[in-house]
């Protein structure tokens, strides 16, 4: 059923997921899909958090692959970056939208994206910078990088420069990962 909320938020939208769709495409009953997951709500959440939970232990994998690579923040930055952008990002980002009006979506969002955030920042003290503040600008950098991308067609060359050069900014300010 997660699987199947996720593929709904992201081809139709948060409006467009409803419990009767997500159950279709999950091959349950609606009672089934009730039992587990007693409202729209609930069930996003769940489906977001399971998301989430996966595609960061992706993300560490693929940076734990990288060693001790000469390029580690650079490439641990592409990464980031690749887990802040796409299809599955904007269906969030519709999420984030339709929960500052939905009280119900908010309650049951806001542990979800802080249980998320704390994983990234963790990342990125892990493996871009000790500096708390840089961590966050990071994360601010890349979250907005993701929303350039959903409205604007900024090529991939431009995209690298700007990576390149806030990879070389953390590099100057001297506040190595604690690993």
């Known amino acids: 059923m997660l699987d ?4 709904s938020l992201v081809e139709d939208g948060y409006n467009g ?3 009767t769709v997500v159950a279709q ?3 349950v009953s609606r009672g089934a899909q009730l039992h587990h997951y007693g409202t729209k709500e609930k069930l996003v959440a769940a489906a977001v958090a399971h998301l989430a939970e996966q595609r960061a232990a992706v993300v560490r994998d693929q940076i734990a692959l990288l060693g001790d ?3 580690t923040l650079r490439r641990t930055l592409d990464l980031l970056a690749d887990f802040l952008s796409g ?9 984030w939208v339709a929960a ?3 009280v119900a979506l908010r309650e049951m969002l806001i542990p979800v994206e802080a249980q998320l955030a704390k994983e990234l920042r963790e990342i990125c003290r892990e493996y871009v910078t000790s500096d708390p503040l840089l961590q966050q600008m990071t ?12 409205l604007t067609n900024w090529s991939a060359s431009h995209r690298a420069q700007a990576l390149d050069a806030w990879a070389e900014m953390l590099a100057t300010r001297n506040a190595p990962p604690t690993r």
């Open 25 to 27: 495409r999950a091959g």
């Open 87 to 95: 299809p599955l990002y904007a269906a969030t980002i519709e999420l």
């Open 17 to 19: 997921t409803t419990t």
């Open 69 to 71: 690579a000469t390029d």
């Open 100 to 102: 500052r009006s939905d």
């Open 4 to 7: 199947a909320t996720i593929a």
């Open 139 to 150: 994360l601010d950098l890349l979250l907005g990088r993701g929303v350039t991308m959903l």
